[in-house]
């Protein structure tokens, strides 16, 4: 009898698992790879004043890491590719993708996530100076055609930063009445990278509006008359978040480059816009297109002409002194504010 119990409960025990070590292991976890975000690049243009066209030629990114050297060509590459698989150029008329339209200039490239230190676009052939070719890079106005220089071939925008979504696309948006400047007495163009923006296409939107013509001539010093494609001083200015009470609405300037004094309660500008007329619709209006979504303070000023992309011009912002707004921006969305009169 005793050895029929303690068979019984051998049993009971080897059923239950209480015998088994093996049973207790744990499950082995496979760890997936996350795979490397594919990433676009397009280019984009906010027009400038008295120019008519202005042409870069493109050869590559190059994304620099913490250990990367700033000034060799260290860094991961990505050249512009033609059909045939093969590395080339890319000359872009950045005037012609203005008001939300864009070049795409690299589509779907392996590009591992983390941060960037510095997004460099690589231009080829653009002149050092105002006596170099115009083949690669110029600019026409008013004058003629006109050589474009871009500084040693490279500009430097800045920190990037790329998410673990399996695809991205960012928009490299040219505010040109930042980035561009008139040297050698007029007789040449620079084109540097204060102005030049990179934005998440994921995440932006646009803003319109028109303005009433009358505005145009109705503030402190608004006499000059506009003329279309021409430095007329009829600017709408746009700045990030909503402005302290002592803050001054700057005009466009360089805080790298202006060798005028600058009061520490100016505030620059996110980005300008010279005022467009339509003849057909007899419509003036203005478009900022690629706008991180977040909150502004917009602008106008009938006053503007002259506006030294480099230095401070104190010019008076807003004027008329009523024609502002407070304004958000929402990913995917264009938003409306129109100045009107009264």
Partial sequence: MRLFCTCICSFLLISCGGS?????????????????????????DAPADSVTSVNITISSITLKSANDNEDDDSGLDLPIIDDAGDATTMTIDLMDYQSGDEKLIITNVE???????NLVLNTSGCPQNQNGSTEFCWVVDGEGIKTLKTPSNKLKLGTFSVSDESEQAYTLEFNLRSSMTNTAGGAAYNL????????????????????????????????????????????????????????????????????????ANVIMPYASDAITFDADSDIYSYTFAHLPAGNYTLALSCSAINDDSEEYDAIIIANPVEQQHEITIEANAETVMNFTEG
């Fill in 192 to 263: 540097k990278p204060h102005g030049i923006r990179i934005v998440n296409g994921a995440e932006v939107g646009s803003l319109t509006g028109t303005v009433d013509v009358n505005l145009l001539s109705a503030g402190d010093g608004c006499e000059t008359v506009f003329e279309q494609d021409t430095d007329h001083g009829k600017i709408v200015y746009l700045y990030e978040g909503e402005l302290a009470l002592d803050g001054v609405m700057g005009d466009e300037f360089d805080p790298d480059e202006a060798q005028n004094e600058v009061p």
């Fill in 111 to 117: 590009v591992p996530a983390g941060d960037y230190d």
């Fill in 20 to 44: 088994s070590s093996s049973n207790n292991s744990p499950t082995p976890v496979v760890v997936v790879p996350s795979p490397t975000p594919l990433v676009s690049f397009s280019i984009s």
